[in-house]
């Protein structure tokens, strides 16, 4: 196994308690390639963005506190695996999951062979090293191409083709936090576990036309090298649906390899979440969208980079900032 795989995760420094499932299943992930393969061939880089230009602490918080409470949770995995490559950075200027993808596309497509984009509310599969690997070791995968891993039910028929075999027939309810197959189900690591172990052979097919979400996406380096990245003007969210337009034009015909039978968890309705944020006491933990809103940047801020996403081939269209953001605030 020689592939060299780096995967990327920006923690917010309100995120001290939801990081530790997604570590956990990495640690069992590195183990099970561990057995075959070499951890030096894996890259883990993470960014912990300690600033407070948009949320702030409770009082009795600190954010630099929690970040660095993060970052020991994060290099405690060299206690596992000496040899593994870990770079983790605490920053306090102000990066969006937009601006730290980018650069750790544009870094690790030097160093690497393929890029995967992980995230603090993830649960990673044990497979996830070890079919990557064994993906792009394959003769009849292309040099460029992109791969995902299947997902649960989500809001429409459109992701029907990324799901899970075992999820097709179950229904979408709206609000649904019971069922384990809903979008707003936290998914336990031991329940991820138990669907994957129910299938034993590996099984991958093609989605065409491409369709994913940030979370788990797998990319090829070449990909990257060819020029396809997240555009600047995207600066805050919404960096998925615009690197995936960056595809469709510069790479129209390139490939998404799905691994239909491997489940990918995205908790990202966890009430673990956001935390100690000042403003969010009284808001349901399990309303991400009620907790963001209440901060009146947000809406502003997600409005202009999605007009900017929607907006990347318009000649006549001139991209919103951070700076634009503020200067309304004050107005």
């Not at 951890?39 to 880089?45: C, E, I, K, R």
């Not at 599969?125 to 690997?133: A, H, I, N, R």
């Not at 006549?316 to 200067?327: A, H, L, M, P, R």
């Amino acid at each position: 196994m020689n592939t060299k795989i780096a995967i990327g995760c920006l923690v917010q420094w309100y995120e001290v308690e939801v990081i530790d499932d997604y570590l956990l299943s990495l640690k069992n992930s590195i183990s099970e390639y561990g057995i075959k393969g070499d951890v030096q061939n894996l890259y883990l880089d993470f960014d912990i963005y300690i600033g407070k230009m948009l949320e702030k602490p409770i009082p009795n918080k600190s954010a630099t506190q929690l970040g660095n409470e993060i970052y020991d949770k994060i290099v405690g995995l060299k206690h596992y695996f000496p040899n593994l490559n870990i770079n983790c950075n605490i920053r306090k200027d102000l990066i969006t999951i937009s601006d730290y993808r980018r650069e750790f596309n544009s870094f690790y497509s030097g160093i690497a062979d393929v890029l995967i984009w992980g995230e603090s509310d993830m649960i990673a599969p044990k497979e996830l090293f070890t079919s990557v690997d064994m993906l792009h070791s394959s003769d009849s995968v292309p040099s460029k191409y992109i791969a995902t891993f299947a997902i649960t039910k989500m809001w429409d028929s459109s992701w029907t083709p990324l799901e899970h075999p075992i999820v097709k027939d179950k229904p979408f309810i709206e609000g649904d936090t019971e069922n384990w197959w809903s979008v707003r189900y936290t998914m336990s690591i031991e329940e991820l576990y138990k669907i994957n172990d129910l299938e034993t052979n590996l099984s991958i097919n093609e989605i065409n036309p491409i369709k994913f979400n940030g979370c788990g996406l797998v990319i090829s380096s070449e990909v990257i090298k060819s020029g396809v990245n997240i555009p600047k003007s995207v600066f805050f969210v919404h960096e998925d649906t615009a690197f995936m337009i960056m595809l469709q034009k510069i790479l129209p015909n390139i490939k998404q390899l799905h691994f239909s039978n491997i489940l990918l968890a995205h908790n990202r309705k966890n009430p673990k979440k956001r935390m100690y944020i000042l403003g969010e006491d009284n808001i349901d933990k399990t309303d991400m969208g009620a907790l963001r809103k209440s901060h009146p940047w947000y809406t502003l801020a997600n409005k202009m980079s999605e007009s900017n996403c929607y907006n990347l081939f318009d000649t006549n269209y001139k991209s919103y900032s951070w700076e634009d953001v503020f200067k309304k605030l004050q107005n």
